[in-house]
Nanobody, 128 residues
Framework: QVQLVESGGGSVQAGGSRRLSCVAS????????VGWFRQAPGKEREGVATIVAFSGNTVYADSVKGRFTISQDTSKNTLYLQMNSLKPEDTAMYYCAARIPFWSGVCDAGQGEDFGYWGQGTQVTVSS
């Protein structure tokens, strides 16, 4: 049974940083793509960043390019999202998700429609 557990959310002032973590369990294959998504109240879910486990290839939403970094530690089955220069508009519930299997190509986040496994989310609130 695949499980994803996020942590690291909280409140931060604009301009600050936060690192989210997502520990995965229940699968060992590297043929997957994992990513971070977010959803603010009244807004649609947005793909933030993805990383392909076997290649390390990453894709970022334009809104976070240059500020956020997605990374993974495969030895710990942990996914990270380093968020710098945070803005009030980054305030949202952040979710990690996994697309298993994923064999090749570019792993686009979209709105997560191809991701079958989701964590429970962690709230990030950025105050101005």
């Amino acid at each position: 049974q695949v499980q994803l557990v996020e942590s690291g959310g909280g409140s931060v002032q604009a301009g600050g940083s936060r690192r989210l973590s997502c520990v995965a369990s229940g699968y060992t294959t590297t043929w997957n793509c994992v990513g971070w998504f977010r959803q603010a109240p009244g807004k649609e879910r947005e793909g933030v960043a993805t990383i392909v486990a076997f290649s390390g290839n990453t894709v970022y939403a334009d809104s976070v390019k240059g500020r956020f970094t997605i990374s993974q530690d495969t030895s710990k089955n942990t996914l990270y999202l380093q968020m710098n220069s945070l803005k009030p508009e980054d305030t949202a519930m952040y979710y990690c998700a996994a697309r298993i299997p994923f064999w090749s190509g570019v792993c686009d986040a979209g709105q997560g429609e191809d991701f079958g496994y989701w964590g429970q989310g962690t709230q990030v609130t950025v105050s101005s």
